[in-house]
């Protein structure tokens, strides 16, 4: 928590909004998508989904893949309070269906589906968008599942899968394909990367999902700012040579690839 609360005073000493931003691109991004306080119909869809989960008191068994909760201290957990400490909140779940709407992006890949809150949001910002969602823990993803099915969202695929086997097998199909067609279509317009805080795993997708950007491709990196280590993994992040864009809200990392774009980064207040 010290950490934390280190990193985000930080955070703050070096954030900026709009005004002390001279890129086109990223000013278009904050003033019509970030900044946008306009209320919306889908955030009433939203609110329902979440006020399901909140209403529900089953509990479930969860199988954790990823770097540990800083909240639970027993696998056994309450559907409700998961929805309520460990899943996106309100206002980011706002955020992410409005950088989809904005950006209307084809094909999105999450990986940490959890309870769905934040693939509902990726649902409503495209509901043409095919949307395949990745979730580690078989009972958690029965629950994500089930809402997802109950409130219509039939654009999302979920699969059952620990991440790094997913990614690995899809990277060698690709692969396979690649050499068989000499093209290589296969892309995610966006991904949202929610699933495993810790450097190693954050850096292993990282590489395994580089072959499937495009010029317009945008990730989002969940807690960015987690751990030391998740620190260390975005900074590795911005300097990678074909990473253009990046800015930084201190929950999420957003990671462009626009080979028109100086290379820059931003450290913007939502």
Not at 13 to 19: A, T, V
Not at 145 to 165: G, H, K, M, R, W
Not at 223 to 230: G, L, V
Request: charged letters at 20%.
């Amino acid at each position: 928590m010290l950490f934390q609360i280190k990193s985000y005073l930080q955070f703050l000493w070096h954030s900026k909004n709009e005004h002390a931003v001279h890129s086109p691109f990223v000013f278009s991004l904050l003033t019509k998508c970030f900044y946008d306080k306009k209320s919306k119909p889908e955030y009433t869809f939203l609110k329902k989904y979440r006020n399901s989960l909140l209403a529900n008191n089953n509990t479930i068994e969860v199988t954790d893949f990823g770097a540990g909760s800083k909240v639970f201290k027993s696998n056994t957990r309450v559907i409700s309070k998961i929805a309520k400490t460990a899943g996106i909140s309100s206002k980011r779940a706002e955020l992410l269906f409005r950088i989809t709407h904005y950006f209307q992006p084809d094909f999105i890949l999450e990986i940490g589906t959890s309870l769905g809150l934040a693939t509902a949001a990726l649902s409503l910002g495209n509901l043409k968008a095919k949307i395949t969602t990745l979730e580690g823990c078989p009972e958690t993803a029965k629950i994500a599942q089930l809402q997802l099915q109950t409130f219509n969202y039939n654009n999302v695929a979920s699969i059952v899968t620990t991440f790094n086997s997913y990614l690995e097998k899809r990277k060698s199909s690709v692969n396979t394909a690649t050499e068989h067609s000499g093209l290589n279509t296969e892309h995610f317009s966006l991904i949202y990367f929610d699933g495993n805080h810790s450097k190693k795993a954050t850096l292993e997708y990282f590489e395994l999902l580089l072959s499937t950007v495009t010029n317009e491709t945008v990730w989002i990196f969940d807690d960015i700012h987690w751990s030391k280590e998740m620190e260390q993994a975005w900074e590795i992040i911005k300097s990678h040579p074909q990473v253009t864009v990046t800015i930084d809200t201190f929950q999420w990392g957003l990671v462009f690839f626009r080979r028109e774009q100086p290379k820059e980064h931003f450290v913007i207040r939502v």
